[in-house]
């Protein structure tokens, strides 16, 4: 490996443990702190982790906000 090719796998690493520490912090204020106003950003930044990390189907959104609309939560479109 070249010192590039390193630079730019150090970057990715950086990248996605910033992009795991944000998401576990917003998790932990909705799930401990009881941060619903959180919840919109959530909602509105998982389909980018999915898409990133877990590569869900195309309908696997929709049945959530489904799910959600079901229990009384709001969601933001």
Do not use: C
């Not at 010192?3 to 932990?28: F, G, P, Q, T």
């Amino acid at each position: 490996m070249d010192e590039e090719e390193i630079r730019n796998l150090k970057w990715w690493h950086d990248h996605h443990k910033e992009s795991a520490k944000w998401l576990a912090i917003r998790i932990h204020q909705v799930l401990v702190e009881g941060r619903k106003d959180i919840i919109p950003i959530l909602l509105g930044s998982l389909p980018v982790y999915m898409q990133e990390y877990a590569h869900p189907s195309p309908h696997h959104f929709s049945k959530i906000e489904e799910e959600l609309d079901e229990t009384g939560t709001e969601t933001t479109e």
